[in-house]
């Protein structure tokens, strides 16, 4: 008998705040079986020490749930004269000398490792004045990056970030079909896809031989241009376009809940395990 394949429900516990606990328990309750680790008691995770990272990993393990992605800020970073704008680095520091950026990735590695993560989340620089913006392909510490992965059985995830200068469609090809065979694969963050215009049916198929991961956020936009944030499914995001093309060019692919709603981030992410559970064929586990 054939087992079917099915694709895996994420929630991510600092979504509710601080304390992991919150949400690992919504997430035992909503029958959600992985977490993605972004930070924790008030930290980014890559910065936590050893001895907290195990305690994060023995709450996780005490509920029976796994860890699905480590969701670090790598590469979300300038050379320390630049001058980025406000950015969200969950308590990671966007401003990083050359030297000290291996130690950083060396250190994500071991947070993997400790955690159970199979994958880590990288960014692609952050866009700064144009003669101090570096350039993600061509990077010499992304083979090195790439490399240490492989040794270590963890795959990076490029996410398109538009704070970043590998956002649009064009760009993300070029960066994947250069260094997919080293292990690079995509954390498609399909609200990020949709704010630069290109969250379309044929953008999607070109980008999903290389998606190993989704994040799911969902936001209205407003007539000032900004943009409110609400639970998956009940914004503008064009999910029901995008999630059927996903799950038929890869039926067991992490998508994972990231609200970003403020008020009331527990109903929201019930909401929105709800509507992925309804819109993905298959179901979710």
């Known amino acids: 008998m054939t087992v079917p394949l099915t694709s895996m429900l994420v929630l991510n516990p600092d979504e509710l705040g601080p304390d992991p606990t919150l949400g690992m328990d919504l997430a035992v309750k909503l029958g ?8 924790a008691e008030g930290a980014n995770a890559v910065t936590l020490p050893k001895e907290r990272l195990e305690h994060i990993r023995s709450l996780a393990d005490e509920r029976g749930l796994k860890v699905a992605a480590l969701a670090s800020p790598l590469w979300k970073w300038c050379r320390p004269e630049a001058r980025p704008g406000r950015v969200d680095t969950f308590g990671f520091p966007t401003q990083v000398a050359l030297e000290h950026r291996l130690g ?3 250190r994500a590695m071991k947070a993997a490792a400790i955690l159970g993560a199979p994958t880590i989340r990288i960014f692609s620089h952050l ?3 144009p003669e101090l913006t570096e350039q993600f392909t061509g990077d010499p510490l992304l ?3 790439l490399e240490v992965a492989n040794r270590s059985g963890v795959r990076l995830l490029l996410e398109n970030e538009p704070v970043c200068t590998v956002a649009h469609a064009e760009p993300l090809l070029e960066v994947l079909r250069r260094y997919h065979g080293q292990g690079l694969g995509l954390w498609l963050d399909v609200a990020n896809l949709h704010e630069v215009g290109q969250a379309t049916g044929e953008v999607v198929e070109y980008l999903a031989p290389y998606v190993g991961y989704v994040h799911v956020k969902d936001y209205e936009s407003n ?8 639970p998956a499914g009940e914004g503008c995001v064009p999910y029901d376009e ?6 038929a060019a890869c039926p067991t692919l992490p998508y994972a809940l990231e609200t970003h709603v403020r008020d009331s981030p527990a109903d929201a992410l019930r909401a929105g395990a709800a509507f992925l559970r309804s819109m993905v064929p298959g179901g979710l586990e």
């Open 32 to 39: 959600i079986g992985h977490l993605e680790i972004r930070s």
């Open 104 to 106: 950083w990735v060396e």
């Open 127 to 129: 866009r700064v004045e």
């Open 143 to 145: 083979p090195r990056a």
């Open 223 to 230: 007539a000032d241009g900004s943009r409110t944030f609400c």
């Open 242 to 247: 995008v999630l059927p093309l996903l799950h």
